[in-house]
T-cell receptor
Framework: GAVVSQHPSRVICKSGTSVKIECRSL??????MFWYRQFPKKSLMLMAT?????????EQGVEKDKFLINHASLTLSTLTVTSAHPEDSSFYIC?????????????FGPGTRLTVT | LAKTTQPISMDSYEGQEVNITCSHNNIATNDYITWYQQFPSQGPRFIIQ?????VTNEVASLFIPADRKSSTLSLPRVSLSDTAVYYCLVGDRPRDSNYQLIWGAGTKLIIKP
């Protein structure tokens, strides 16, 4: 099946610094990628929808200037958490939707655990 | 976007069949029903998807009644490794390029030896 990777899998950073998380579709092209955040014992919360070559669409309450999303190619999307604070510590998950697929399946990455100290 | 309601948790034993039911009373005509499995600190994994009646694959079956207001995920002969959170999702506008999934709380399934 289709594979989505994320890098890094785990990152610890100091408060005030920025962190970039990469999401790659390894064996398919994805026009649309989604970024989610998941707090402990909670469900996934959609942060933004990213279409290749255009600006991301952010969900209500998600600061677009803080969570910068770039989807420059059909296989790569990046999420940059700028000026991270401890409350940004969470599990960030991306998913990708295949270009030519008729099914409605999203392929999920393994997630990135961000800890801000 | 249609919301879903699932039991918060369920327990079962190895070798048993487990059925998890999800309610989606406001499902729209174009909505598909999708189930995902998630282990701790991992991304969700697609299990099965359906529109109506019954769908079966190598890992599960999905039963959808005629009114489509609910669905039941059936896991045959579960093992300890099936302990996970299971999410039922109803997708809106599936052919829209911005099609997105709304995640409910999920069902935490615990399989005991």
């Amino acid at each position: 099946g289709a594979v989505v990777s994320q890098h890094p899998s785990r990152v610890i950073c100091k408060s005030g610094t920025s962190v970039k998380i990469e999401c790659r579709s390894l064996d398919f092209q994805a026009t649309t990628m989604f970024w989610y955040r998941q707090f402990p014992k909670k469900s996934l919360m959609l942060m933004a929808t990213s279409n290749e070559g255009s600006k991301a669409t952010y969900e209500q309450g998600v600061e677009k200037d803080k969570f910068l999303i770039n989807h420059a190619s059909l296989t790569l999307s990046t999420l940059t958490v700028t000026s991270a604070h401890p409350e940004d510590s969470s599990f960030y998950i991306c998913s990708a939707r295949e270009v030519a697929g008729n099914s409605y399946e999203q392929y999920f990455g393994p997630g990135t655990r961000l800890t801000v100290t | 976007l249609a919301k879903t309601t699932q039991p918060i948790s369920m327990d079962s034993y190895e070798g048993q069949e487990v059925n998890i039911t999800c309610s989606h009373n406001n499902i729209a005509t174009n909505d598909y029903i999708t189930w995902y499995q998630q282990f701790p600190s991992q991304g969700p994994r697609f299990i099965i998807q359906g529109y109506k009646t019954k769908v079966t694959n190598e890992v599960a079956s999905l039963f959808i009644p005629a009114d489509r207001k609910s669905s039941t995920l059936s896991l045959p002969r579960v093992s300890l490794s099936d302990t996970a959170v299971y999410y039922c999702l109803v997708g809106d506008r599936p052919r829209d390029s911005n099609y997105q999934l709304i995640w409910g709380a999920g069902t935490k399934l615990i399989i005991k030896p």
